[in-house]
């Protein structure tokens, strides 16, 4: 396992990450299994980048933003942030590390608390993180948020009830910018919105990068046509696992694994004439569990080019084309 400190330009790496939750039962809380919910998993995040995160519902994706976030403990690999590894941080000496990373909510609405205004939930983490030394500065930050994100600031006093859902999702976005991250997750943030909604708050974080310079994203979602917009690469996921990492140009031109031509072929097509002549390639069966994932390539049982190599031997992530990696022993 490679340990060495990331170069400068990179704000995150992730090196062979490996999440499990025990399955316990009756009063003296017996083990008597392990959900794999991530499973050696290595990633890079740079800066001024934004990574997409795809993959269906349960395949991990939010358990490795929890885990960077150092939420989760990792039972096994590394995390480095801007050069440091916080694998194994105690709460106190996470603190400082924490206030250079946010994370932006997928309910806009159970993000937000009920009972507090828009000014005191965007200016909380400037309060916990002890960096106004007057009320006059934390006012001025929290109406220059306001702005940032799009909201007048004579709507700090409004309780989030009295926001639409995309200005909700603002206010979760201004939030997350208030301590001057380097990395912010986005745990699908616009899939709670409606279409309009969501381009709008996709141009709002494009621009954000764009003039706040270095901000990097991972950009997580189960909806290929939204990442595609908003990446530079993207990392498909599945169950635990990264089956392919690539720009997103050569993602969505030349899928190489089986799952992404699977995800892809599923996305709708505005073209009433190309989307009912289309063959779509729709796979068989059904997720297997994390409890008890199948031998060699976990994708085995439903590929529709297995090969028998495929039901023993497990592929590992490898470079098939400059950029493009895959992890499928046919790729």
Request: aromatic fraction near 6%.
């Amino acid at each position: 396992m490679n340990t060495q400190s990331p170069d400068q330009e990179e704000v995150l790496r992730l090196v062979d990450l490996a999440v499990h939750f025990p399955i316990t039962r009756g009063v003296w809380r017996r083990k008597v299994g392990t959900v794999k919910a991530v499973d050696g998993v290595n990633l890079t995040v740079r800066r001024g980048e934004t990574l997409g995160l795809v993959g269906e519902s349960g395949c991990g994706k939010t358990t490795i933003s929890r885990t960077i976030i150092r939420l989760y403990k990792p039972n096994a690999g590394r995390v480095w942030f801007e050069g440091q590894d916080i694998s194994g941080l105690g709460e106190r000496a996470l603190r400082p590390v924490r206030r250079r990373m946010s994370l932006i909510f997928q309910d806009p609405s159970g993000s937000l608390d009920p009972r507090k205004s828009a000014g005191s939930i965007v200016g909380e983490p400037l309060k916990i993180h002890g960096l106004i030394d007057s009320r006059r500065s934390y006012n001025d930050r929290v109406e220059q948020l306001f702005r940032l994100v799009g909201l007048d600031p004579s709507m700090i006093d409004r309780v989030p009830h009295e926001f639409s859902g995309g200005q909700r999702q603002r206010i979760g976005v201004a939030r997350a910018l208030a301590c001057d991250p380097s990395l912010i997750i986005c745990d699908e943030p616009v899939s709670a919105l409606d279409v309009s909604m969501q381009a709008q708050i996709m141009n709002l974080l494009q621009d954000l990068q764009e003039g706040l310079g270095g901000l990097a994203y991972i950009f997580i979602a189960h909806d290929l046509s939204v990442v595609r917009h908003v990446s530079d690469r993207v990392a498909v996921m599945y169950l635990g696992r990264i089956v392919e990492l690539t720009e997103s140009r050569l993602l969505y031109s030349s899928p190489r694994h089986p799952y992404t031509k699977a995800l892809l072929a599923a996305v709708p097509i505005p073209d009433p004439f190309v989307e009912e002549t289309r063959a779509y390639a729709v796979l068989e069966g059904e997720i297997p569990s994390p409890l008890n994932p199948p031998e060699g390539c976990t994708f085995h049982p439903r590929c529709p080019c297995c090969d028998p190599a495929c039901k023993w031997q497990v592929p590992q992530l490898r470079e098939v084309a400059e950029g493009h990696n895959v992890s499928c022993l046919l790729a």
